[in-house]
C-alpha cells in the first residue's frame, strides 16, 4: 500500500475556506430545521441569524422549502462582527451557539473534534476530486461508492472518525479509496461463536473466501506454532483495530494462544462509505466482510457486538423468506443482501467486569454479506443511493446526471424512483409492521440507463424492527421485535427517514438544479404511495390508522441526539426511551394530495 508522502497536503488555506463555507452552511441549515437556531427573514430578502452574545450575524440568501428546510446559497453566507466582516469557521460558529445548540462542558470538546474531521475529510474530497456528479453518474459501483462527497445529509459532524491518524485517513477512509488487506486472526473455538445461514457451514464459507492455497498456508502458520487450526475459527479483522485495540487490549489473549495473528489477506478490499465495511476488489462476487472498529464516528463507537453477531444469519434468513414469499414486493423487484455468517470473540475478563452495551463488547466481531453483484441482469449497474444526494458545491448534481442519461422527463425518473424504493418499504410497514433503517448508505439501486429499477436493502439484523408484539417470530429472531408505539409514532420510519432524511434532500437538489419544482415533486410521491394503497385494499383500514397522508408528523431532530451524547445517541436496546429529539411537528407535503374520497385519521 502506498501512501503520500505529505498526508496533510489537502489541508491548505483555499480547500479548507471552502470546506468551512460549505459546513457553515449545513449547520445554519439544519440547526434551523431542527429549531436550535431561528433565522429572521430581513427586509432585504437575506436571512440573519445572531450568535448567543449577540455580537456575530450571520447573513445569507435562502430559499424555503417544505419540510421546514432552507435551500441556502453558500456564496452568499457572511459572518460580521458590527462592521467587521469574519472568515467563515464551522468551529466558531459552534462556540458562538452552544447555547442555542444545548451541547455541555464535556461533550463540547470531543464534538469540535468530529467538527474538524469533518472539516479535513471534505477539504481532501474538494482536493482529490476525479469526477463531477454528473460524470460520476456514469461510473461503476466503487468509483461511486469512494466519490461521495456530503455524508449523512442530516448530521453537521458526519465524518469524526476519531482514532484515525493522518497517514490512517489516507489508508482507511472510504473517499481516500486506498485498497487495503484485512488481518486474520485464529480464535479458539473455545471463546468464539460463529453462526451461518441455514445453507451455509463454516468450511463452505472459508472454502469460498479462501482460495486452497491460503487455507493451507494459515494452516501451515499454526503448526508452526504448535497449533491445530481446526481447533479454531478465522476471524477477519481491521488492520487498524489489530494495531490498536486487540494486539493491546487483547493482549492476555494473544498471549494465552486463544489468539493468533496469523497476517493479512491475499485478496485486497476497498472500505465502504460506513468505514468498517469492505469490498472485496480481486474477486467482486464474494462477500463483503463487515468489521469492528472502535473509532467514534457520528455518534457512536462502531464496533460490532458478538451478542448481536450470534443471531444476525437467523435474522437474515427469517427476512429472506418474508421477502421471497411477498408478491407485491417481487412485483416493485425489491432484494435484499443477507448477512450470511458472523463470528465473535468473548473476551473473557470483559465479559465478567463490562455492561451490557459496553465498547469493550464490541471489539471483535465480523460478519460475511452477500455481495450484490451476482443478483445483476446484463446491462445494469450498481450505485449508492447515497449518490442520489450528491450534488456539486457550484455545479450539476448527479441525480441529474441519471436524468440525462436515461432520457426521461423529470417527473417520470422520480416516479420510478420512488416506486422502486419507498413503495416496497410502505408495503413491508404496513403487511408486515417490518421497519427498516433506509438512509442513502443502507440502500443500493440497481440502475439501467440511469433508472433506478430496484433496491437492495443492507444492514439489516442490526437495523431492522417489526412492531408488533404478538407476530410470529422464531427463537433466534425475538431480538427485532419491538412493541408497537403510539400511533403518531409509527410511520416515522417513513416521514423521518424517507421523505425528511431523504427526500427532503433531493427535492432542494432538484429544485435548485431546475428539474422539478416542489408540488410536482410531493404529488409524484403522493401518487405513487396512492396507486400502491389501491392495489392492497386488504390493508385498507392500516392506511387508516397510520396515515401517511396526515396533516404533520413529529420533527426528529438527529443533530439534537449527537449534540446530547456523541458517544451513544441512543439506548439501542430501546430506542424510544427518550423522546426529546421530538420538537414540534412538519407540514406533511402529501397532505395537500390525499386521495378523494379518503378521510383523515385525525
Known amino acids: ?99 442555542s445548540l444545548g451541547i455541555s462542558d464535556d461533550i463540547l470538546p470531543v464534538y469540535l473534534e468530529e467538527i474538524t474531521s469533518t472539516l479535513a475529510s471534505s477539504a481532501y474530497r474538494l482536493t482529490h476530486r476525479q469526477h463531477d456528479p454528473a460524470a460520476l453518474a456514469r461510473q461503476d459501483f466503487q468509483t461511486i461508492e469512494a466519490g461521495m462527497f456530503e455524508g449523512h445529509p442530516c448530521f453537521v459532524a458526519n465524518n469524526g472518525r476519531l482514532g484515525f491518524t493522518s497517514t490512517e485517513f489516507h489508508a482507511y477512509a472510504p473517499e481516500a479509496g486506498a485498497p487495503l488487506h484485512l488481518v486474520w486472526l485464529a480464535a479458539h473455538r473455545d471463546h468464539a461463536t460463529f453462526t451461518a445461514a441455514a445453507d451455509l457451514d463454516y468450511e463452505q464459507l472459508i472454502a469460498g473466501e479462501l482460495s486452497a492455497e491460503e487455507r493451507a498456508t494459515l494452516a501451515a502458520r499454526m503448526t508452526e506454532r504448535g497449533l491445530d487450526l481446526d481447533d479454531y475459527y478465522l476471524l477477519p479483522a481491521h488492520p487498524w483495530q ?123 466481531a465480523a460478519l460475511w454479506r452477500e455481495s450484490p453483484l451476482p443478483q445483476l441482469r446484463p446491462g445494469q449497474r450498481l450505485a449508492t443511493m447515497a449518490s442520489l444526494l450528491h450534488a456539486d458545491p457550484e455545479g450539476p448534481s ?65 437495523e431492522i424492527a417489526v412492531l408488533n408484539e404478538t407476530a410470529e417470530l422464531p427463537e433466534d429472531v425475538q431480538r427485532i421485535r419491538f412493541p408497537a408505539p403510539r400511533e403518531d409514532i409509527w410511520p416515522l420510519t417513513v416521514f423521518t427517514d424517507v421523505f425528511d ?31 400502491y394503497q389501491r392495489s392492497v385494499p386488504e390493508l385498507a383500514e392500516k392506511f387508516q390508522r397510520y396515515d401517511l397522508f396526515a396533516e404533520g408528523f413529529h420533527r426528529v431532530c438527529l443533530n439534537r441526539l449527537q449534540l446530547r451524547n456523541n458517544q451513544q ?16 411537528t412538519l407540514d406533511n407535503p402529501l397532505a395537500a394530495h390525499r386521495p378523494r374520497g379518503q378521510s383523515s385519521s385525525a
Open 398 to 462: 448527479l441525480v441529474g446526471g441519471l436524468i440525462e442519461e436515461s432520457g426521461l422527463p423529470p417527473a417520470q425518473w422520480l416516479r420510478r424512483y420512488v416506486d422502486a424504493y419507498l413503495v416496497p418499504l410502505v408495503h413491508c410497514a404496513y403487511a408486515h409492521d417490518l421497519m427498516f433503517m433506509p438512509h442513502g448508505e443502507n440502500v443500493i439501486l440497481v440502475l439501467e440507463n440511469g433508472v433506478p429499477e430496484r433496491i437492495l436493502m443492507k444492514d439489516l439484523a442490526e
Open 501 to 531: 432524511c431523504v427526500f427532503r434532500f433531493l427535492s432542494a437538489i432538484m429544485v435548485n438544479d431546475d428539474l422539478l419544482d416542489e408540488e410536482t415533486f410531493w404529488r409524484t410521491v403522493a401518487e405513487a404511495v396512492t396507486d
Open 1 to 99: 500500500m502506498t501512501l503520500p508522502h505529505d498526508p496533510v497536503a489537502h489541508l491548505a488555506a483555499e480547500p479548507w475556506a471552502r470546506a468551512n463555507r460549505l459546513l457553515v452552511r449545513k449547520a445554519l441549515a439544519e440547526f434551523s430545521h431542527e429549531r436550535l437556531l431561528t433565522p429572521e427573514l430581513r427586509p432585504d430578502g437575506h436571512y440573519a441569524v445572531r450568535s448567543d452574545d449577540d455580537t456575530v450575524t450571520y447573513r445569507f440568501a435562502a430559499r424555503p422549502l417544505k419540510l421546514d428546510h432552507l435551500l441556502i446559497d453558500p456564496a452568499t453566507i457572511t459572518r460580521q462582527r458590527g462592521d467587521e466582516s469574519l472568515p467563515l469557521d464551522a468551529l466558531d460558529l459552534i462556540l458562538e451557539f452552544r447555547t
Open 242 to 364: 489489530w494495531r490498536h485495540k486487540i494486539s493491546v487490549t487483547f493482549a492476555a489473549e494473544v498471549a494465552q494462544r486463544r489468539l493468533v495473528y496469523l497476517g493479512t489477506s491475499q485478496d485486497r478490499y476497498r472500505a465502504q462509505q460506513s468505514i468498517r465495511t469492505f469490498f472485496n476488489l480481486d474477486h467482486q462476487e464474494k462477500h463483503y466482510v463487515k468489521t469492528a472498529i472502535s473509532v467514534l464516528n457520528m455518534g457512536f463507537v462502531r464496533g460490532l457486538s458478538a451478542r448481536y453477531m450470534r443471531v444476525t444469519p437467523a435474522i437474515n434468513d427469517w427476512l429472506a423468506d418474508l421477502v421471497d414469499g411477498d408478491k407485491t414486493l417481487a412485483r416493485y423487484g425489491f432484494g435484499i443482501i443477507r448477512e450470511r455468517a458472523a463470528i465473535g470473540y468473548h473476551h473473557p475478563y470483559f465479559e465478567a467486569a463490562a455492561k451490557k452495551n459496553s465498547s469493550y463488547l464490541k471489539m471483535l
Open 569 to 584: 445517541m441512543v439506548n439501542l436496546d430501546d430506542p424510544d426511551e427518550d423522546e426529546s429529539h421530538l420538537v414540534g
